[in-house]
């Protein structure tokens, strides 16, 4: 039990992290100017427009604004919490609380 518990607390910091990265990805969509064949830029932008992309299909953009990321980032933090919980729920039945 202790095991799961550890696998999803490594699960949901890993969430945190991409959350992260997407919240880069986002603010760096604010300069047009930005040079995305720079390889940090790129590697940016690869790992996380497949993800937004499954929402820019759902959410189409309003008056040319991109309000995909915000839905986006719901379905992020919904997992995090539900990952989180149940982390904390098999390892406090795992220590017998």
């Known amino acids: 039990?202790?095991?799961?518990a550890t696998f999803l607390q490594v699960?949901?910091?890993t969430i945190e992290i991409y959350s992260l990265i997407l919240i880069i990805r986002?603010?760096?969509s604010w300069f047009p100017n930005i040079d995305w064949s720079?390889?940090?830029f790129s590697s940016i932008s690869s790992i996380t427009d497949p993800y937004l992309n499954t929402f820019r299909g759902?959410?189409?953009a309003i008056g040319g604004l991109d309000i995909s990321p915000i839905l986006a980032f719901i379905v992020l933090n919904?997992?995090?919490q539900l990952l989180?919980?149940?982390a904390f729920s098999v390892f406090s039945t795992s220590?017998?609380?």
Do not use: Q
């Open 58 to 60: 759902i959410i189409p």
């Open 38 to 40: 720079n390889p940090i």
């Open 95 to 97: 220590v017998g609380f």
């Open 11 to 13: 699960l949901t910091k």
């Open 1 to 4: 039990m202790e095991i799961l």
């Open 78 to 80: 919904l997992m995090e």
């Open 84 to 86: 989180g919980r149940a």
């Open 26 to 28: 986002v603010l760096l």
